[in-house]
């Protein structure tokens, strides 16, 4: 009986950091998105200001 409670034990703490991981991955990537929408956007506003035209989402390019 003991080695079961020492193994749900080890499990236990494993699925507890496992779990911390992936909660401080998710907050990476959350940023990481934040950040690459910022540059999509910021690069759009530079082509816009240049004269060029840039495809946003189903947006069609003005020679169609």
Not at 12 to 27: F, G, L, N, P, Y
Not at 34 to 61: C, F, S, Y
Request: aromatic content about 2%; hydrophobic content about 35%.
């Amino acid at each position: 009986m003991q080695h079961l409670e020492e193994q749900i034990a080890h499990l236990t703490k494993t699925v507890d950091e496992i779990s911390a991981v992936m909660a401080r991955q998710q907050t990476e990537i959350d940023r990481l998105t934040r950040r690459v929408q910022m540059l999509i956007e910021r690069e759009a506003g530079r082509e816009q200001d240049a004269g060029g035209g840039v495809v946003i989402g189903d947006e069609r390019p003005p020679h169609y």
